[in-house]
């Protein structure tokens, strides 16, 4: 029972690669608004491109991320 539950979920997670698709998860700060925003705003972002990157006001790229507590 456990190898079959073992290979079911095996079989479930290489499958669901092949569903997924990357929007061209790397991409310039500083040339979203030109580039991508407009595309982002449909894929529901809330954000301004200035909210995300403004070399001379606080925005998004002055965040500091702690994950889990343990790692910034």
């Known amino acids: 029972m456990r190898k079959i ?3 079911l979920l095996t079989l479930a997670l290489l499958f669901s ?3 997924t698709s990357a ?3 790397m991409w310039l700060p500083m040339l979203v608004k030109r580039l991508n925003h407009a595309e982002m ?3 529901g972002l809330n954000l301004t ?3 995300l ?3 001379n006001n606080a ?3 002055d965040a500091i991320v ?3 507590g343990f790692c910034t």
């Open 5 to 7: 539950t073992a290979g």
């Open 17 to 19: 690669s092949l569903i």
């Open 23 to 25: 929007h061209e998860g």
């Open 41 to 43: 705003r449909a894929n």
């Open 49 to 51: 491109a200035e909210e």
């Open 53 to 55: 990157y403004d070399i």
């Open 59 to 61: 925005s998004v790229k």
């Open 66 to 68: 702690s994950l889990g």
